[in-house]
């Protein structure tokens, strides 16, 4: 049926070319799937602490580097089925689609289990597929599909008075944000947990009492606060501070964390994964914590990027009660995200070409940071 090669060689090249050519697959059997699966494993245990942010750096877009990871995958596998084929045992090859089909499902499914990463490993380099969600349009005309909720945790709160609406939707982007934010934050100034209000419904669109909020991509995230003793304090409510760092009534009492939300600031903006655009809030805040940046001896790039982040509206809600953060899109959702500048230089990858179809002139200035409405928020 098949021509013999020429000249018979023992080289592993062309046994594994006439094996190919012969269409034969090895035998399997518990040596061989063990096997399978111990080089996968192993594949990924190796690669994922070390690719990802330098990956990002280098490749431009996380796509690019799931898709390395993904293909370093496939060459494990790959290698895994070659090598039995060397000693010349074959079965059908539906026993091995079941095969390629387990070891693709499996670590979805472990992972599916892990609503959070570990301590110390921050970096999560792709959702599984059960968690990839999307942002579709603008902040403030858009929606989210498959968003995913940030739990309260011991690192999280919920602001009372936000929690029975329940909008705690995001993309995987700003949901893993703000949990590893939370968490740097209570490891290194332990005893408080960070104030969550609100983000996005489960399938965003509009929702009361905000012009964006509406595509996943934005969070109210309360200020960490302490009495006058110094203790960490929560509240059932967002609370206002004034540039000196008072609560204003009828929270009168309570300090700005400067220590806290500094700290919390900065991981937001030197995050590895999810890229900041903004952080609304008031400028007398804005100044405090750069002034608390400069008491630290922050890095120079950090303080800068807080300096370029932090923006209090023109318009509108000076935001002195909360920060509202944006992250971009996520280079995965385009086309279908959409969003305007500014786009930050330090950031890698490349922005979006501008849109067909630019936005009113009043949905633009919300997203330059110029909310048109107190209600903003
Ligand atoms: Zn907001």
Request: proline letters at 9%; glycine letters at 8%; a positive charge.
């Amino acid at each position: 049926m098949l021509a013999e090669p020429e000249a018979p060689t023992t080289s592993a090249a062309s046994a594994v070319a006439s094996a190919i050519a012969a269409r034969r697959w090895p035998k399997p059997g518990p040596g061989l799937m063990a096997s399978l699966f111990l080089s996968d494993s192993l594949a990924r245990a190796l690669l994922a602490p070390v690719i990802p942010l330098e990956a990002l750096r280098h490749f431009g877009t996380e796509r690019n580097a799931s898709m390395m990871v993904a293909a370093a995958g496939i060459m494990g596998v790959v290698a895994t089925f070659a090598i039995p084929a060397l000693v010349q045992r074959w079965r059908p090859r539906r026993v091995y689609l079941g095969a390629i089909a387990l070891l693709v499902i499996a670590p979805a499914v472990t992972q599916g289990q892990k609503p959070s990463a570990p301590a110390g490993k921050e970096i999560s380099l792709r959702p599984p597929f059960t968690q990839r969600s999307r942002s579709v349009g603008f902040p403030w005309e858009g929606q989210l599909v498959r968003g995913l909720r940030v739990r309260a945790s011991r690192y999280v709160r919920y602001v009372p008075e936000y929690a029975s609406a329940g909008r705690f939707y995001g993309t995987w982007q700003l949901t893993q944000l703000i949990e590893r934010a939370a968490r740097r934050v209570a490891e290194r100034r332990p005893g408080a947990r960070l104030s969550l209000g609100e983000l996005s419904d489960k399938q965003g669109g509009d929702i009361g009492g905000h012009n964006s909020h509406e595509s996943g991509r934005d969070a109210d995230i309360g200020f960490f606060m302490t009495r006058t003793d110094g203790r960490p304090q929560g509240s059932s409510t967002f609370v206002q501070f004034d540039a000196r760092g008072r609560a204003m009534a009828p929270h009168g009492g309570l300090r700005f964390d400067d220590v806290r939300n500094w700290e919390l600031v900065a991981k937001l903006v030197d995050d590895s994964d999810a890229r900041v655009q903004y952080i609304f809030v008031s400028h007398g805040i804005r100044q405090r914590l750069l002034r608390e940046a400069a008491r630290v001896n922050a890095p120079a790039s950090v303080v800068s990027r807080a300096a370029s982040v932090m923006v209090e509206p023109a318009h509108g809600n000076p935001h002195r009660s909360h920060f509202h953060v944006r992250i971009y899109c996520p280079p995965s959702d385009r086309p279908s995200c959409l969003e305007v500048g500014p786009y930050w230089a330090w950031y890698p990858g490349t922005p979006p070409a501008p849109q067909d179809g630019a936005p009113p002139l009043e949905r633009a200035a919300l997203a330059l940071g110029m909310p048109l409405s107190s209600a903003t928020n």
